[in-house]
Antibody, heavy 120, light 112 residues
């Protein structure tokens, strides 16, 4: 069974940093393009960024609002995806979902999400 | 960036009746590889989204056949042939043809 478990969400002050993790199991992690999607309270879905697999160059793309502040990485030996978030703003408050592309699309399987609250 | 526009934003439906959601993109979603990376997601209240349809019209594993997708280029449609109670929630289209990937605003389906 495919499982994606996010962790690391917390309350942080504006300007602060946080690192989210996503532990994957039930599939070959090193073969999956991985994506972060966020959802602000009561709002729609917003793409944060995506990391390809190594044989596809490991290319990483980011949404404009987070580029230069957020960094996506992966550790295939640990089956874990990361999202390093720096210089956090109040508008980054959201539930952050880890999403795996397993062959059909880039949105095949979703974690339960982890809540990040940026507030003074 | 490609803008995805869904209509309607709210859809009250009667159980057993059909429902239809439209998604229009600001530019063609046909990729250089010939595929059109237009997907449909469903999010029930309090739950993460789940994939329903990928590449316009392909039902994902486990998705009931009352769900179907169609369209081409810039105009796409998700249809539910007979709405069931478990179909309530918000439906999103999302394009993965071009970065940044972009979502529609979401269409809330509720039972009348």
């Amino acid at each position: 069974e495919v499982q994606l478990v996010e962790s690391g969400g917390d309350l942080v002050k504006p300007g602060g940093s946080l690192r989210l993790s996503c532990a994957a199991s039930g599939f070959t992690f090193s073969n999956a393009w991985m994506t972060w999607v966020r959802q602000a309270p009561g709002k729609g879905l917003e793409w944060v960024g995506r990391i390809k697999i190594k044989i596809h160059g490991g290319t990483i793309d980011y949404a404009a609002p987070v580029k230069g502040r957020f960094t996506i990485s992966r550790d295939d030996s640990k089956n874990t995806l990361y999202l390093q978030m720096n210089s956090l703003k109040t508008e980054d408050t959201a539930v952050y979902y880890c999403v795996a592309g397993l062959g059909a699309s880039e949105y095949d399987s979703w974690g339960q999400g982890t809540l990040v609250t940026v507030s003074s | 960036d490609i803008v995805m526009t869904q209509t309607p934003l709210s859809s009250p439906v009667t159980l057993g009746q059909p429902a239809s959601i439209s998604c229009r993109s600001s530019q063609s979603l046909v990729s250089s590889d010939g595929n059109t990376y237009l997907n449909w997601l469903h999010q029930r209240p309090g739950q993460p989204p789940r994939l329903l349809i990928y590449k316009i019209s392909n039902r994902f594993s486990g998705v009931p056949d009352r769900f179907s997708g169609s369209g081409a280029g810039t105009d796409f449609t998700l249809q539910i042939s007979r709405v069931e109670a478990e179909d309530v929630g918000v439906y999103y289209c999302v394009q993965a043809t071009q970065s940044p990937q972009t979502f529609g605003q979401g269409t809330k389906v509720e039972i009348k």
